[in-house]
C-alpha cells in the first residue's frame, strides 16, 4: 500500500524533474524569464531522479541556443561578464559567491541550476540583461539557460576557487594557485578505439550556506548513454581545497570500463624529454608525474612523458589508498613562463572513501604538440564489470593542493631526465631525489640503489652520487632495450636491505 508521505515524495519529485526538464525524456523548461516557483527539496530526491532516469531510454539535453551566443568564438565567451545582480550571495557575507554561466560557444548543453534554502529548491533563469557582452549584440529576452556555473570563495574579497562546467568535469585550487587540472565525476571507456562516452550534468541543486560558512554543498544529477547518477559535492575551500565526491549510479546498460576520481592535466615537455619541441619556455606541464600509494602502503612515483604513441599503463591494486597526479615543480626558473605560471598550478590527490576493492589505477599519456590539451588522465578502474539495472555507490576525498596531505618521511623523485646513451638504442637516465633521510650519516654510508627493467631491457653503468649537505641523492644508468619495444623500470634507494625512497617508475618505448 501506498501511504500519503510516499504520494507526497513522489509528487516532490516528479515537480522537481520537470523544472530540470526531465519529465519527460529530452524535454527543456520554457523560455521565458520568470522565475520557476519553489519546490521541497532533499537530496534523496537526487538519487531518486537519477534511479528514475535509469529507467528511460538515454535522450541527450537538448533545447535551442539564440545565435547570439551559439556563434561566439571561445575568446568572445569568456570575454562575457555577469553584472552584480547575476550573482548568487554577492555582498551578504556568506563566505561563497556563484555566478551562473551562461551557454555559448563550446558550452551549449543546458545545465539547470537551483538554490536550495530552508528545504525548498528555486530554479534560477538566464537574463541577458544581468550580462555585460563587451559590445557584441546581446541574445534576445528569454530564459537561454545556463551551461555551469563558477565559485567564489571568502568573505572580504571572495576569489575564484572552482569551476563546474562541460560534460561532468570541475576544476579547483588551493589559495594562491592558477587553474590547472581537470576532474572527471565519471569517467567512461576513455582510450578505447569503440570512442569514449562522455556524461553530462544536466542540474545542480547548490545549498546556501550561512553567513560567515567555510563549507559549500552541491548536488548534482548526471546522464549518459549507458548510466544515469546523482552526486553530492562537499567544498571546504582554503590553502589545501578538499572535495568530498560521493556518487550513487545507475546502469541502462553493462558497462566493462569505468573509472573513479578521474582527473586530466597537460604535459607537453620538461627535463624527461622535449620531443619536436621548438620551445623559448624551458619546459610546459601541469603535472609532471603520477603519485600512488597501493593497497600495501608502498609510495610509487610514475613521471609523465609526451609520448609518440598513445600509452596506456595499468598499476594493478587491492584497495588502494590513494593516487593522484601532482605538479612537484613549484620554481618559476623551470619554465619560464610568466603568463601561464605553470608553477602555480595544483597537484590532485584522491583518497577513497570505503573499501575499493580490486582494479587498477589507470594512466593515459595522448600524443600532443599543443599546451591546450589534457593529454595525461589518471583515474581507477574497478576490476569487476557493472551489470545492466545495477546500482552502485563510491566516494573519495579529493585534495587540490600544494603538496599532497601526510606526505611519507621516505626521500621523494624530484628529477627525471633521459638523453642518447653511448651507442645504437641505448638511452641514458638520471634520478634524482631529496629528502631528510639523504642528510643522515649512516643512511648515506649504506645508501644503495634497487634498479631492475623488465621486458628484455639490460641495465648498465649505473652510478650513485650522494649529496648530503642538500639532503639529495642522484643515480644514473644506462638502458640498452635489445630488440624490444617497451621497456619498464623500477628504482628504489636502501640502505640496510630496507627503503629510504619512494619506488621510481617508468615506461620507455621505441
Request: net charge neutral; charged share 25%; proline share 7%.
Amino acid at each position: 500500500m501506498i501511504n500519503r508521505r510516499q504520494l507526497m515524495w513522489s509528487g516532490a519529485v516528479a515537480a522537481l524533474a520537470a523544472g530540470a526538464g526531465l519529465a519527460r525524456a529530452g524535454s527543456q523548461p520554457a523560455a521565458g524569464g520568470g522565475e520557476a516557483a519553489e519546490t521541497p527539496f532533499a537530496p534523496e530526491m537526487v538519487v531518486d531522479m537519477a534511479r528514475r532516469l535509469a529507467q528511460r531510454p538515454f535522450a541527450r539535453a537538448g533545447g535551442d541556443l539564440p545565435e547570439e551566443l551559439a556563434g561566439l568564438t571561445y575568446e568572445q565567451y569568456v570575454g562575457v561578464r555577469a553584472r552584480p545582480e547575476a550573482l548568487l550571495w554577492d555582498g551578504e557575507r556568506r563566505g561563497f559567491v556563484i555566478e551562473p554561466l551562461p551557454r555559448g560557444a563550446l558550452f551549449r548543453d543546458r545545465v539547470e541550476i537551483y538554490v536550495v534554502a530552508d528545504g525548498r529548491a528555486r530554479r534560477l533563469t538566464f537574463n541577458p540583461a544581468s550580462h555585460d557582452f563587451g559590445g557584441l549584440p546581446p541574445p534576445p529576452p528569454g530564459d537561454a539557460g545556463f551551461s555551469g556555473f563558477r565559485i567564489f570563495a571568502g568573505l572580504d574579497r571572495p576569489a575564484q576557487m572552482a569551476i563546474f562546467q562541460g560534460a561532468t568535469f570541475y576544476r579547483a585550487i588551493a589559495r594562491g594557485q592558477n587553474m590547472g587540472a581537470t576532474a572527471r565525476t565519471l569517467t567512461l571507456r576513455p582510450g578505447e578505439m569503440r570512442g569514449e562516452e562522455i556524461p553530462a550534468f544536466r542540474a545542480f541543486w547548490i545549498e546556501q550556506p550561512p553567513p560567515g560558512a567555510d563549507v559549500l554543498t552541491l548536488h548534482a544529477l548526471l546522464d549518459s548513454e549507458s548510466l544515469a547518477a546523482a552526486a553530492h559535492f562537499t567544498v571546504r575551500p582554503g590553502d589545501m581545497t578538499i572535495i568530498d565526491v560521493e556518487v550513487t549510479l545507475f546502469t541502462r546498460a553493462a558497462i566493462d570500463h569505468i573509472g573513479w576520481g578521474g582527473h586530466a592535466a597537460t604535459y607537453l615537455f620538461g627535463a624527461a624529454g622535449r620531443r619536436n619541441v621548438d620551445d623559448v619556455r624551458a619546459a610546459v606541464f601541469e603535472v609532471n608525474g603520477l603519485q600512488m600509494r597501493n593497497g600495501r602502503g608502498e609510495w610509487l612515483w610514475r613521471p609523465v612523458t609526451n609520448p609518440q604513441q598513445l600509452q596506456i599503463s595499468a598499476f594493478v591494486d587491492s584497495s588502494p589508498r590513494g593516487f593522484g597526479l601532482l605538479q612537484r615543480e613549484r620554481a618559476f626558473a623551470a619554465f619560464q613562463d610568466d603568463s601561464q605560471r605553470f608553477d602555480r598550478r595544483p597537484s590532485v590527490w584522491v583518497e577513497p572513501l570505503g573499501d575499493w576493492g580490486e582494479g587498477q589505477v589507470q594512466l593515459i599519456e595522448i600524443p600532443t604538440e599543443s599546451d591546450i590539451n589534457d593529454n595525461i588522465l589518471a583515474y581507477w578502474r574497478p576490476r569487476a564489470p557493472l551489470a545492466a539495472g545495477a546500482e552502485v555507490n563510491f566516494a573519495y576525498r579529493q585534495y587540490w593542493c600544494w603538496q599532497i596531505p601526510d606526505p611519507p618521511e621516505l626521500a621523494r623523485v624530484i628529477l627525471t631526465r633521459t638523453g642518447r646513451g653511448r651507442s645504437g638504442r641505448r638511452r641514458r637516465f638520471l634520478v634524482e631525489f631529496t629528502g631528510a633521510a639523504l642528510a643522515d650519516p649512516g643512511v648515506v654510508a649504506a645508501l644503495q640503489p634497487s634498479l631492475s627493467a623488465a621486458n628484455g631491457g639490460v641495465i648498465s653503468e649505473m652510478r650513485l652520487w650522494p649529496y648530503p649537505e642538500r639532503r639529495a641523492a642522484r643515480v644514473a644508468f644506462e638502458l640498452d632495450p635489445g630488440d624490444s619495444q617497451l621497456c619498464e623500470l623500477r628504482l628504489a634507494l636502501e640502505a640496510a636491505g630496507k627503503p629510504v625512497s619512494e619506488t621510481w617508475l617508468y615506461r620507455w618505448t621505441a
